[in-house]
């Protein structure tokens, strides 16, 4: 156990990370955000706004407890991770979610992925909109698990229908 933990923490660190990244503000919730028409990101950069649309795609999937749909998702969101400079082993996390079995194994792999791009969106220049990193405590077996949103309403793609609002927004990023 302590090897695959040691391993899991090397992907976070070093996955789809770019050094020519700027840091993004990260602002508490309370703090008003630029007004745009909710729910919409603008990001500068066209290959990091793809990766965050087609990641969006496949949360709200795992939301709506669609398995097909989850795994074309990730199946796009792989190849516009792939496509990105240090994102090739995120794209790996992307590609099992896509072939996984059942919902219950793309919402485990989910967490890894949601790691990797949450560390990924901290950096990203935003040209208009927030985007929020939400966490429910209860997601893995009491583990919890965290992923984005481009709404603060929270919409739990570790549950879906069954816990749909477990959970709270953490940071937003402007």
């Not at 793809?50 to 795994?71: C, P, R």
């Not at 194994?105 to 949450?118: A, G, N, P, Y």
């Not at 985007?131 to 739990?156: T, V």
Request: with cysteine; charged share 20%.
């Amino acid at each position: 156990m302590k090897k695959i933990f040691a391993v899991s923490i090397v992907m976070i660190l070093f996955s789809c990370t770019n050094s020519q990244q700027k840091n993004a503000t990260i602002v508490s919730d309370t703090i008003a955000a630029p007004k745009t028409e909710a729910g919409t990101v603008k990001l500068v950069d066209a290959k990091v706004q793809n990766i965050f649309n087609d990641y969006i795609s496949l949360k709200n999937s795992l939301v709506a407890t669609k398995y097909e749909e989850a795994q074309q998702s990730a199946g796009k969101l792989k190849v516009s991770l792939a496509d990105y400079p240090g994102c090739e082993n995120t794209a790996l996390i992307a590609e099992k979610i896509s072939v996984a079995k059942d919902i219950a194994d793309q919402r485990k792999e989910f967490t890894l992925l949601s790691s990797d791009v949450i560390a990924m969106f901290k950096h990203a220049d935003i040209s208009a909109g927030s985007i929020y990193i939400q966490h429910c405590p209860m997601a893995n077996k009491g583990n919890g698990g965290d992923w984005l949103s481009s709404d603060k309403k929270i919409q739990n793609p570790y549950y879906g229908d069954e816990m749909m609002e477990c959970g709270a927004v953490l940071q937003t990023i402007n």
